[in-house]
Nanobody, 115 residues
């Protein structure tokens, strides 16, 4: 079975930095594109970033320059490095993989940006 687990969410002050992580099993990790999404309270889930194979990357425009997606295939890990965090970045961050027409999600990790 596909199993995805996010971690690393925390409370961060505005302007701070944080890295959230994702590990995935049950897939050929090195051959799978991985995605980050986020969902704030009362809002729809939105796409954040994608990393493909090889390390090609795509970002939502407002996050480009502040966020960096990366992967370590040897560890089956995907990371999202976030800098200059803003209160509007507060959300549950989800890792996602799309296999054909099927989507697989982790449980999410909470990132709160507040003073």
């Amino acid at each position: 079975q596909v199993h995805i687990v996010e971690s690393g969410g925390d409370l961060v002050q505005p302007g701070g930095s944080l890295t959230v992580s994702c590990t995935a099993s049950g897939i050929i990790f090195a051959s799978s594109a991985m995605n980050w999404y986020r969902q704030a309270p009362g809002r729809e889930r939105e796409w954040v970033a994608t990393i493909g194979t090889p390390d090609e990357m795509w970002y939502e425009d407002t996050m480009k320059g502040r966020f960096t997606i990366s992967r370590d295939n040897a560890k089956n890990m995907v990371y999202l490095q976030m800098h200059n965090l803003k209160p509007e970045d507060t959300a549950v961050y989800y890792c996602n993989i799309r296999l054909g027409t099927r989507d697989y999600w982790g449980q999410g990790t909470q990132v709160t940006v507040s003073s």
